[in-house]
């Protein structure tokens, strides 16, 4: 399951904010949405979600930052359900984590779709500097 792409969308009052077809395609109608990392959200489908707690089953507790990033990433999770008009309600918290106001950017990326605050995505997400970054990256062995 991959996503891509970059969508703009606005949250209301009561914290409701539509998913694109696009990506309720592969999402199905429930799935999980957690802190992400930069600041954003991580919404993850149930398969894709399963294989990151199995991954988190196999890490030793007596790691403590593994215990901690643990915690930030479970404790924040809820089950998202998709409403009659394509919606979700996200969370208080999760909203308030990520600074969601009122206009909002889901962004597709691989296995996971990224909510973000929409000044947030822009301020984080400047391109200048992309030479040196696929520099890093391939030595990394991630070339394009």
């Known amino acids: 399951m991959m996503f891509m792409g970059e969508y703009s969308h606005s949250i209301d009052t009561k914290g409701r904010l ?3 077809s696009r990506f309720r395609e592969s999402l199905g ?3 999980v949405v957690t802190k992400g990392l ?3 959200l991580f919404v993850y489908p149930n398969e894709e979600w399963a294989k990151i707690e199995e991954t988190f089953r196999n890490v030793p507790l007596t790691t403590k930052d593994a215990r901690k990033f643990s915690r930030f990433f479970f404790a924040g999770a809820a089950i998202c359900e998709v409403d009659k008009q394509g919606r979700i309600l996200l969370p208080q918290i999760l909203r308030e984590f990520a600074d969601l106001q009122k206009e909002v950017v889901l962004v597709g990326v691989l296995g996971r779709i990224e909510i973000w ?3 947030r995505w822009q301020d984080a997400n400047t391109y200048d500097d992309m030479d040196e970054i696929a520099e890093r990256m391939a030595e990394l062995g991630l070339g394009i």
């Open 18 to 20: 539509i998913i694109p």
């Open 117 to 119: 605050n929409r000044q």
């Open 29 to 31: 109608d429930a799935f």
């Open 38 to 40: 930069d600041g954003c």
